[in-house]
Nanobody, 124 residues
Framework: QLVESGGGEVQAGSSLTLSCVASEPTPVGSVMGWFRQAPGKGREFVAGISWISRPIRYADSVKGRFTISRDNRQKTLTLQMSNLIPEDTAVYYC???????????????????WGQGTRVTVSA
């Protein structure tokens, strides 16, 4: 089970840090990622990170503004978001992919476990 926290309502240009805590250790070799779903839209990939924190991948829309990190010992995944814009408004979900899956980190259907989501609202 994954539990996200850290969402909120902020103004454009602000920063937020999202956290995702796993109830039990994620399998060695698992990839974890953040996705988001804006109102009326599908779930889209935001960032992904491998078990050893390298490689890391970002959606073009968040490169240079968001930073993903993980602490396997603490069973925690983090998304640091800076310079937020209204287009970042969405429910943010963390997910975990079991080891052995292919390289399609951006495909939500490749993720095996999801959190319930945390809402981020950015006003202009």
């Amino acid at each position: 089970q994954l539990v996200e926290s850290g969402g909120g309502e902020v103004q454009a240009g602000s920063s937020l840090t999202l956290s995702c805590v796993a109830s039990e250790p994620t399998p060695v070799g698992s990839v974890m990622g953040w996705f988001r779903q804006a109102p009326g839209k599908g779930r889209e990939f935001v960032a992904g990170i491998s078990w050893i924190s390298r490689p890391i991948r970002y959606a073009d829309s968040v490169k240079g503004r968001f930073t993903i990190s993980r602490d396997n010992r603490q069973k925690t995944l983090t998304l640091q978001m800076s310079n937020l814009i209204p287009e970042d408004t969405a429910v943010y979900y963390c997910g975990a992919r079991n080891p052995g899956r292919g390289p399609a980190w951006t495909n939500q259907f490749e993720y095996d476990v999801w959190g319930q989501g945390t809402r981020v609202t950015v006003s202009a």
